[in-house]
């Protein structure tokens, strides 16, 4: 393996690490019954500064998955074309 083959699979592992670490910090989209019920209590007790840390997460996770999907390809393309 040369060097660049090795440095391609360590930030390509990282990367996933990191995606999977946020996907799981995101909350559900579907809270339920006890949603409903303590959905009042948010909105009064500052539902604007949770959705401002929510919408982080998600722009974090849709950079992430695009460096992703950018290094599976050209890790792809290195292993196939380089050697």
Do not use: C
Request: charged share 15%; aromatic share 8%.
């Amino acid at each position: 393996m040369q060097w660049y083959e090795i440095v391609l699979g360590i930030v390509l592992i990282l990367t996933s690490l990191a995606l999977v670490a946020i996907v799981l910090l995101q909350e559900g989209r579907s809270a339920g019954l006890s949603g409903a019920i303590a959905g009042g209590a948010e909105t009064f007790l500052g539902k604007s500064k949770g959705r401002t840390v929510e919408q982080k997460l998600v722009k974090i996770t849709k950079v992430l998955a695009v460096v992703f999907f950018v290094l599976s390809l050209v890790s792809t393309l290195v292993v196939l074309f380089l050697k």
